[in-house]
């Protein structure tokens, strides 16, 4: 069964810092990664998926696929970037997605 | 609407009353998603159609549990006989079709369970 991890449930910066949001996943396959994200009383968004390389709103997330990792990073925060962020997979050709518990970023002026 | 609506927004239901959910996909869309998520915890997948056929349902926590898209637009998710582990919010998602394109969620529907 697949797994998803996010070992981080509160990361807090100030405004211009780096940021990495971690994700972890456990999957026999080769499984398709994404990023999804809920602004403040907004419904969850896709932010970015690793098949399409995006760089979306200056995050981006690299596929290791020998550390199973998906890590969301942005090398400047902005307060607006304030949010939850859910790492999620979902196996080849399959459209069902687990999720992570969530990240919840914060970043303050 | 451009999106994926869910009512009712709210929901508070008596332990041991059935409810009913209800999901408006954004038309044209073949597959729908329904997921659970408990307070601190990301979305858990329940069930999942693609136009009106139930292609999985193996997330579904129990039999009080049933879910059907009839004419593969609207889909209603039922719980019978509510329970206090079955608080949480019910997301529903929609997407073109399968093979990893964007699942778009709607609101949700805030289930408390008293």
């Known amino acids: 069964a697949q797994r998803v991890t996010q070992p981080e449930k509160l990361l807090s910066v100030f405004k211009g810092a780096p940021v990495e949001l971690k994700c972890n996943y456990s999957y026999s396959g080769s499984p398709e990664l994404f990023w999804y994200v809920q602004y403040s009383r907004q419904r969850l968004q896709l932010l970015l998926r690793?098949?399409s390389r995006e760089s979306i709103k200056g995050f981006t997330a690299d596929l290791n696929k020998g550390e199973t990792s998906f890590h969301l990073k942005k090398p400047f925060a902005q307060e607006e970037d304030s949010a939850m962020y859910y790492c999620?997979?979902?196996?080849?050709?399959?459209?069902?997605?687990?999720f992570g518990k969530g990240t919840m970023l914060l970043v303050s002026p | 609407g451009a999106g994926v609506s869910q009512s009712p927004r709210y929901k508070v239901a008596k332990r041991g009353q059935d409810v009913a959910l209800r999901c408006d996909p954004i038309?044209?869309?073949?597959?729908l998603f329904w997921y659970q998520q408990a307070l601190g915890q990301g979305p858990e997948f329940l069930t999942y159609?693609?136009?009106?056929?139930?292609?999985?349902k193996s997330g579904l926590p129990s039999d009080r549990f049933f879910a059907e898209r009839p004419e593969g637009s609207v889909s209603t998710l039922k719980i019978q006989r509510t329970q206090q582990e079955d608080s949480a919010v019910y997301l529903c998602?929609?997407?073109?079709?399968?093979?990893?394109?964007?699942?778009?969620f709607g609101q949700g529907t805030r289930l408390t369970v008293v």
């Open positions: 998602a929609s997407s073109p079709l399968t093979a990893n394109t964007e699942a778009f």
């Open positions: 999620a997979l979902s196996p080849s050709g399959y459209s069902t997605l687990t």
């Open positions: 159609f693609q136009n009106e056929a139930q292609l999985d």
């Open positions: 690793h098949i």
């Open positions: 038309s044209g869309h073949v597959s």
